[in-house]
């Protein structure tokens, strides 16, 4: 099984050269993340840059494949400035459902 606490110290170094001052946030998740990881688990991942690039996207999978047991790293990579476009987004889209079902509720008088 991997050593999950050094396996981290790698990663972060890496992430921190390939991606020097941009790193918003970094996480471990799944079964390692949850102390619950076996043999065959993978090690997922969550990135989370200050904004995110094809390019960025090429970097990143070239750093994955300078670390080991590359083949159990897996996970979730997107920059801050998307994440915040699609909360907004869903917080409009949620809004406009709401106004919608309140459109087609019947108005009622005080005392009906």
């Known amino acids: 099984m991997i050593e999950i606490t ?3 110290k790698e990663y972060m ?3 921190d050269q ?7 946030f970094a996480g471990l998740q799944g079964s390692y993340g949850r102390g619950e990881a076996t043999e065959s688990s993978d090690i ?6 200050d904004q995110l690039s094809v390019s960025d996207i090429r970097t990143y999978d070239a750093m994955l494949d300078t ?3 590359r083949e159990l790293i897996c996970g979730f990579l997107s ?4 994440l915040e476009k699609l909360r907004t987004d869903t917080k ?3 809004r406009s459902h709401a ?4 459109r087609r509720q019947p108005h009622r008088r005080h005392g009906e």
């Open 6 to 8: 050094e396996f981290i």
């Open 13 to 15: 170094a890496a992430l």
């Open 18 to 24: 390939a991606f020097p001052d941009r790193v918003w």
């Open 44 to 49: 997922d991942m969550v990135v989370i840059l």
């Open 67 to 69: 670390l080991p047991c």
């Open 79 to 82: 920059g801050k400035q998307e």
């Open 92 to 94: 409009k889209k949620e």
């Open 99 to 102: 106004d919608e079902r309140a």
